[in-house]
DNA sequence: ATCGTTTATCGTAGATTGCCGATTAACTGA
DNA sequence: TCAGTTAATCGGCAATCTACGATAAACGAT
């Protein structure tokens, strides 16, 4: 008992292992996906109007035809969001399946 | 009658302002914090285990002691956790206000 | 006071991002 | 067919991120 720490311990020292984790990388790339202003406006853009045109997108910000298709691009490849071919416009909506996923990732923490 | 769009519309055309979103950036600030696997982990093990010594992170994960703290830092900056000394070592834990606001913004999604 | 432990910071290198203008590709309509 | 519109891609530049080793700072223990 004489080595008994005297200090107050604030961190839990109950040896807990950590889970292998197989989402993180996937939880990492939906986070990733949202982790830009723009892209989070786009994001709430496109669910509040449950689709749209390119074209308006580009028009609701601040930033030139490119930069926007770029962000577009990575919310595509994340999954979030889908793009449908409307003659020479694309249709820009959200995949519920996936934004799904995101909620649920978050609200399991 | 002519001019009825022959093709059938998938784009909503109502013409819905984009609000403000003020929040996006804050929003975006969060995301990014956990836009990375390894902060991921991070974030999942000290909610797991309430609290824990900066040391038992670096030995759960294969990264270099420096950039596990830089990984911290960058967590700590966007408010997701909190850092507490603890004599020479420094204790972390999950600052749950924080955590809230992440899961009411992305559930607001 | 000095040593050992723990964590943060510095400096660096390579890769990636964000932004833009310019160009290209795809499609419609006259 | 040809012109016009729409969106994606290319090339380039500055900035940031990630990762590491090495170093410095803070603290407890001897």
Redesign the pocket.
């Known amino acids: 008992m004489a080595k008994k720490t005297p200090t107050l311990k604030r961190c839990d020292p109950s040896p807990v292992k950590l889970n292998p984790d197989p989402t993180a990388d996937d939880f990492a790339k939906l986070a990733w996906a949202i982790a830009?202003p723009?892209r989070v406006q786009i994001v709430r853009f496109l669910i509040g109007r449950h689709a749209c045109?390119?074209?308006e997108i580009?028009q609701q910000l601040p930033?030139?035809?490119?930069?926007v298709?770029?962000?577009?691009?990575?919310l595509k490849e994340s999954g979030l969001i889908q793009?449908e071919?409307d003659?020479?416009?694309?249709c820009y909506c959200i995949n519920p399946v996936r934004l799904k996923q995101l909620k649920s990732l978050v609200a399991g923490l």
């Open positions: 830009h723009a045109v390119c074209g580009v930033l030139a035809q490119s930069t298709s770029q962000h577009l691009k990575i793009g071919v003659g020479p416009k694309v």
